[in-house]
């Protein structure tokens, strides 16, 4: 912390009446390392599969001491990451990036790391602040759907047209709800006379078989 003093000089004559101008006297106390770093949180995104050295995020320190100095010069490390190490900081700039090509959302969507600060230019002596890093990494398309079942027999009415002859479910491990998710079925063959359509339930994943057409 900076600390300036204003005093006034007053020079008087015995009798009250002043010998000079009033002398300003600014004082400035040298700075102290007396304030520690304070981490602010930080929030970042990342997709899975990144490359090693995908930026993430910046980390940021506030230091109260003089500014330009030691004091305040601080230098980021990790102190911990959960649920597994993935990450690495730059101790200049308080860049995170990615540490290597493994971050799979299906296994793990969020990283918590604590971070720490320390002024001094990271020294044995230096003060250090700590702060929370939480990371949510995002979908990528790594995920095939697969049929839940490979055989399905069904029996249909005979003449009765447009009704549901068997859900299909699909599963797949990407975002539920998202592009990477839902499956858009065709039929492959067997419809060459086109007795049959078949859709997507969005909500379910599902592909409904319809009896579309008869004779
Ligand atoms: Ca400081
Ligand atoms: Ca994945
Ligand atoms: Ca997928
Ligand atoms: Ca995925």
Not at 114 to 141: E, F, P, Q, Y
């Amino acid at each position: 912390m900076i600390r300036v003093h204003m005093l006034q000089g007053i020079a008087e004559f015995l009798n009250g009446t002043r010998a000079e101008k009033d002398i300003e006297l600014r004082i400035v106390v040298e700075d102290e390392n007396d304030c520690a770093p304070v981490l602010t949180q930080t929030i970042g995104a990342v997709y899975e599969q990144s490359n090693p050295g995908m930026f993430v995020t910046t980390v940021v320190a506030t230091d109260a001491d003089q500014e330009g100095t030691l004091h305040t010069k601080i230098a980021y490390s990790i102190v911990k990451q959960h649920p597994e190490e993935m990450f690495y900081i730059n101790p200049q700039t308080g860049g995170l990036y990615v540490m290597k090509n493994a971050l799979d959302r299906e296994k793990h969507d969020t990283y918590t790391l604590i971070v720490k600060g320390t002024d001094m230019n990271g020294a044995v002596d230096g003060k250090s602040g700590t702060g929370t890093v939480t990371i949510s990494i995002l979908d990528v398309n790594d995920n095939v759907p697969t049929l839940e079942s490979a055989y399905y027999e069904c029996r249909v009415e005979e003449n009765v047209k447009n009704v549901e002859v068997v859900r299909i479910q699909v599963i797949d491990t990407d975002l539920n709800h998202t592009d990477n998710w839902l499956a858009v079925f065709t039929i492959v063959s067997g419809n060459e006379a086109g007795y049959f359509s078949i859709s997507t339930d969005n909500k379910t994943n599902e592909g409904i078989v319809i009896l579309s057409k008869v004779d």
